[in-house]
């Protein structure tokens, strides 16, 4: 039973949170879905309004 | 510190910019590959090193060049880290010159030495330093041969600056420029000097600068001052061009005393695979014939059979291991049903198609390595100008083969708005590796004889629609000036081993990472979706939520041949991800591994409905992340719901057209 649960919430959990962090990167378009966005400023707010 | 990393196009900033930073960005040797600038640190841990998208003058003509330009007007370097092509002189000097003129302390990496010594030019490395006062590395960036020295040149600040300019312009250039200064004298920040020759030179996003600091009326009244004396003095009626011809004058003299250059005449051997490759009636062939020998690589020779392999173990031995770890466990029949049923289907079944995706991604990798994929721009070149478009939009189309995402960003090399937003709105019908397990599943149970060429034919006839489409458009909607497309083709290499691997992994990682992320995530939820119905808990899926939601669908792609709540339900998870798509297939229709999903698929669909089913995949929509890029591209709602829009209709139309003819024609 314990087993159950615990394995239930982890699961749960994790999809959770791995779907609400998907749809959130892809709606941050550009850089959300860049491997090197840690290291990169280009998602800074001074790089976008250069673009407008 | 901070170090600004800048060169023409193709000079290997990238590379350099990986070898000094230690870390890995998405090389290309062609022009186009960083449209932004990104930030690294040093090895030193302290220092860092900017690298911006590669421009051959400081005047901007594309969106990705003026990064470059409002970089130096608005952002704060120390110095400046100048990569030059060894072979190609002649064209890299004169943004050194502007470089020169900025009045930084600069660097100068000077890159492909050994392209330089095999086309018979020899630099006199200690000469060249000389003559333009500042320091010169020689290096060979692609395998990082003279990277640690160039690094220490620039950590130990042994950049030079010096206040001389090396570029007589005459009299009249001066006279403005110290008219400039005059008005500039509370603004220090610039070089008034660079400044002044910029807005001579018509830099507009300069013009915009200084008209923050003085009268517009009074800036147009110097240019044309300088305009009407250069005219009167030398004949000569655009100072862009003066100051074009002066600087080239300088080149040409320092080059002289620099460098000697051997067999001239010499035909090199990439001329001569050249004119093979770009040849104007083989050139697409050529092409279609590597794309050929790619699918056959990725679907017949290897991929499949290692496919097959994986798809064995992961059926046999890793779901044996996780069921015996269950019932070890004792857990109830839901939760073993959520893991077998729903995680190892759906992402078991994602995972399957990775020795296909890395395969692929190799074959690309190889052909970008090697230099041929800038030949094929040059090759859809004419073909590109007789839709409204050039040469320069394949490129992101080709990088729309990967991912959508990047392909659609690449879009910013583009000068003109209309073929950009034209070059957005028709990369996503590149077909995309997300796309590529789709077919592998159906290619593998109908057309098992034929499978290279039917892949094959769903990425011609993405590339055919897109053109197509942007002819219609061109002449439709977005009516506009055409421009000539001028593009640089490096030399043929020989891939390197490493570079070859990093590229590959790179493109490929996020597929896997993906598998465990979303495609867990989503697995779980389709699951479930399944699972639960109206009618409670475990209920026939056939009753379920998720035939429910497919259902609303079904009606409506009866017509193209798949009008079932599975193919509904497919589809609508496919926004979210094109690779969900094969996850929820495994789910919906659970089967214990591929060749079983394959032969209850040959029940559900025949050859020309799973034709019509692949050619809908093909186009229908963008995906989120897709779609929520072009958003941010074109800062339009009304253009993103387009893209979404005409690919639904051309879908639609499109497998109606399949779909019904192949059944007039006979076909099942």
Redesign the interface.
Known sequence: MI??IV??IA??G??????I???K??????C??C??KM????CSS??KA??? | MEVALLGNPNTGKTSLFNHLTG???YVGNWSGVTV??????LKNKTDKLIDLPGIYTMVPLS?DE??VT?FFL??HTDQILNILDASQLKRNLHLTLQILEYGKPITIGLNMMDVAKQRGIHVDVNRLSALLGVPIIPIVARSGKGCNELANSVISQNSFYSERTPVEYGKEIDRAVLKIKKMLKENKALSSRWLALQLLEGNQYVKSYLAEFIQLEEINEIVREVEEELYKSYGQKSVEQYIYLKRSEYIEEILAEATVSSNENKVHLTDKVDRIITNRILGIPIFLLLMYLMFMLTFDWLGFPLSDLLDRFISGPITEGIESLLSL????A??HD??IDG?VAGVGGVLVFVPQIFILFFFISLLEDSGYMARVALVMDRIMESVGLNGKAFIPMIIGFG?N?PGV?AARTIETPKERLLTILLTPLMSCSARLPVYALFVGAFFVKNKAAVVLGLYVLGIVLALSLAMLFSKTILKGENTLFVIELPPYRMPQGQTLWRSTW?KG??FIRKAG??I???S??IWLLSYLGPGGFNVDMDQSFLAVIGGIFAPLLAPVGFGTWQAGASLLTGF??KEAIISTMNIIYFVPDEASLQGLLAVQFTPLSAISFMVFILLYIP???TA??????T?SKKWTAFSIGYALLLAYIVTLVIYQGGHLLGLV
Do not use: P, Q
């Open positions: 087993a159950n394995i239930g699961i749960f994790y999809a959770g949170w791995a779907f962090r998907h749809l990167k892809s709606k941050e378009g550009e959300g879905t491997s090197s290291s990169c400023s280009s001074e790089i250069t673009f407008k | 870390s890995y960005e932004e600038k990104k930030v690294g640190v969106r003026g990064v409002n608005h952002d466990m004792g857990v109830s839901f939760i959520l893991i995680i991912c995402v960003m790179e990682k996020g992320t979303f867990f995530a989503g779980v939820l979210l991800a995906c989120l992340a929520s890029t072009i958003y941010k591209e800062e």
